[in-house]
Structures are given as structure tokens and as C-alpha cells.
């Protein structure tokens, strides 16, 4: 967006009056009115623009916006007792608490990334590698901009971040990555650097009890060109029951190739393995385009996307060499089988 002086032209969401632009926070009554005291209203745009630039370098250089960053210190240092927000169920809030974690605020991080020229081929199946390394960026750039904000809270880490991978209609050649989780604080402890995990509040605690510790995010895509042949439209023709292999191939493929990204993520966090781990894909219709008399040109053929996110894991320094052991007993209030310690707190409650 590109805000212009008040010469007359009329700015993104401003209206016409008087041969000047009102903006809609002027509209709003907030700052001066540009009819009233024009001189005044131009200073104000002019720093506006001012600072959507010092916004824009922040960006490109890595960084969170300055109003970002200053409401995520405020939030950190605890000034004005701000009330904490969070996408945990009441159950999860309450058990990190138990266990010394105080949930800070949401957090989040988005990438919305341009993909270039994909090439494919006319004669076999091959990775769009432009549109894999496109997918594997913009999630690097999202999670990254998640671990900032988990930084200038001076949070522990992050749990159950959400993951969500959108293709846009009006933007075909965009890919846009949103993470959210929340983001929360050992007591009595210093913050080192955050950790990221995708778990729920109720399987971080099983991670931790049983000696282990988040390390890092993984995660790996991959986008697979299947070219349709003449067998492959012979099979979804036929009137016998068989397996497509041509695209099982193609899913195959496309898996062993997500999960190497993944697993190298894993081992540069120094993890000893990953859990919890989530896949989606998704298959879009492509056609090629050419000069010569190749029938591949006439056939409609398939793109298979193909994503996996988890949470890398590694031992905890100073845990037990041994999972202690959970007695179960019936809970005489739910009729349950429940641990011994949740089921005498519940007794006694």
C-alpha cells in the first residue's frame, strides 16, 4: 500500500472533501482533520509513511515492526498486570500452570512468499522443485518470525503452535504460511532460547515427564509433477478393481522426499527424533503448454503437494534414567480408570 501527500489524490480507504483526503482513522476522529488543520493532518501522514517504512526495512532485514516488538515487551515485562490470551483448552492451561508454566499471550508467525517460473516435464513424473523450495522457505521465514516473538516476550516456548498452509485463488502464485501458539514462562527461571512444539498442553507434560524436551519445529514439503499417460486414463477406465500405481508412486515419492527435509531440521536442532507428526496433502489439476505434436499437451495432469510437521524431541538434561510408574485406580467420582495422584486430587477436591 502506497499512502499519498495530500495534494488531492485520494489514498487507500481516504475520501474526497474539499480537494483534500480524509483517512478513515481521521473519519474516526482520531488526529487532526485534514479540512480543519490541513497542516497538521499532512505532518501526521507524512510520519505514517515514515513509519511503515521503518516497518518495511524491519521486515526485510528479519525483523518485527516496532509496534510489534513494543507491545510484546510490554506484555513480557508483566507492566499493567495485562491479561494473558491463549488458544489453550482450560484443562491444558490449568495443567502447564501445575507444572510452572504461565501462558504469556498468542504468538505467531506468517510468510506470504511469491513463487517464480515452476518447470515440469513433457516425458515423466518429476519434483517442481521451484514450488518445493518455495513451501520449505515460507515456512522457515514463518517459524522464525514466531521464535522472534517468542523472544521479545522472554518466553520459555511455545505450545501448540497451529499450522496452516493456504493457496489463494486471486493469487496463484503466492503461498502463504500461518503458525499461532502460545507462548509461555518457567517461574523462577531465566529465559534461554524459546522452544517451538506443536503439542498440546497434556502432551508436552507426558513429554517432559518421560525425560524429554522439545528442540525444534520440523517440517518438509513436497510438490510431485505426475504426467498423465495413456495407461493411467486406460486404468480409471476400466471396469476392474486395481491399484493406480502411477500415483501411489507419485505419494511415495513425495513422502521420502518431505521427510528427509524434516529429519534434517531435526538433526541440526541436535533432536534425537520427532513426534506427533502431521501430513496433509493436497492434489491440484495442471496442464502443459507447448509448440510441438506431444499428446501430453492434450491431457490434463496433477500436481500432489505434499506437507509433514512435527515436533523434533531430545533427552532432558537431569531426567530420570526411568518413566515413573502411574497407578491407575477406578475414580469413585467418574467411574474412570485414572491415575492415582489426579484421582485422590479429584477426591479430596
Known amino acids: 500500500m502506497r499512502l499519498q501527500p495530500l495534494d488531492g489524490s485520494i489514498g487507500v480507504g481516504g475520501e474526497r472533501r474539499e480537494g ?5 482513522w481521521w473519519s474516526r476522529g482520531a488526529g487532526p482533520d ?16 515514515v513509519r511503515q517504512q521503518r516497518d518495511q526495512d524491519l521486515l526485510e532485514r528479519g525483523q518485527l515492526p516496532e509496534a ?6 510490554e506484555i513480557g515485562s508483566g507492566q499493567g498486570k495485562l491479561a494473558f490470551t491463549s488458544d489453550l483448552a482450560a484443562d491444558e492451561a490449568g495443567l502447564l500452570r501445575r507444572h510452572g508454566l504461565s501462558p504469556l499471550c498468542l504468538v505467531g508467525g506468517s510468510a506470504m512468499y511469491h513463487v517464480g517460473i515452476a518447470y515440469a516435464s513433457s516425458w515423466h513424473d518429476t519434483e517442481v522443485s521451484q514450488l518445493s523450495a518455495a513451501y520449505n522457505e515460507a515456512t522457515r521465514l514463518a517459524v522464525g518470525r514466531l521464535r522472534q516473538e517468542a523472544v521479545a516476550l522472554g518466553a520459555h516456548g511455545v505450545v501448540g503452535v497451529r499450522y496452516a498452509l493456504i493457496r489463494h485463488e486471486w493469487a496463484d502464485r503466492t503461498v502463504e504460511v500461518t503458525l499461532v501458539g502460545t507462548a509461555v514462562r518457567q517461574q523462577d527461571t531465566a529465559p534461554a532460547q524459546p522452544w517451538l512444539s506443536d503439542l498440546s498442553g497434556q502432551e508436552w507434560w507426558a513429554l517432559w515427564r518421560a525425560g524429554y524436551e522439545p528442540a525444534a519445529l520440523a517440517y518438509g514439503h513436497c510438490t510431485w509433477f505426475v504426467l498423465t499417460t495413456q495407461a493411467d486414463e486406460w486404468n480409471e477406465q476400466s471396469s476392474v478393481n486395481q491399484e493406480l500405481g ?3 508412486d507419485a505419494l511415495g515419492q513425495c513422502r521420502t522426499r518431505a521427510a528427509m527435509h524434516l529429519k534434517q531440521i531435526a538433526r541440526e536442532a541436535g533432536a534425537s527424533g520427532v513426534v506427533g507428526v ?37 533427552p532432558r538434561d537431569g531426567a530420570a534414567p526411568r ?6 485406580v477406578i475414580s469413585l467420582r467418574s467411574g474412570r480408570l485414572e491415575s492415582g ?6 477426591a479430596f477436591s
Open 20 to 24: 483534500v483526503v480524509r483517512m478513515p
Open 34 to 49: 485534514p479540512v480543519s488543520d490541513p497542516a497538521a493532518a499532512r505532518r501526521q501522514l507524512q510520519a505514517e509513511m
Open 68 to 73: 510489534a516488538a513494543a507491545r510484546l515487551a
Open 246 to 248: 502411477h500415483f501411489s
Open 278 to 314: 502431521h501430513m496433509a496433502r493436497r492434489v491440484d489439476e495442471v496442464r502443459l503448454t507447448g509448440s510441438d505434436d506431444n499428446p501430453a499437451y492434450e491431457r490434463e495432469h496433477h500436481n500432489v503437494v505434499l506437507s509433514m510437521i512435527g515436533t523434533a524431541i531430545r
Open 323 to 328: 518413566v515413573p510408574q502411574t497407578n491407575l
Open 341 to 346: 495422584s489426579s484421582a485422590a486430587e479429584a
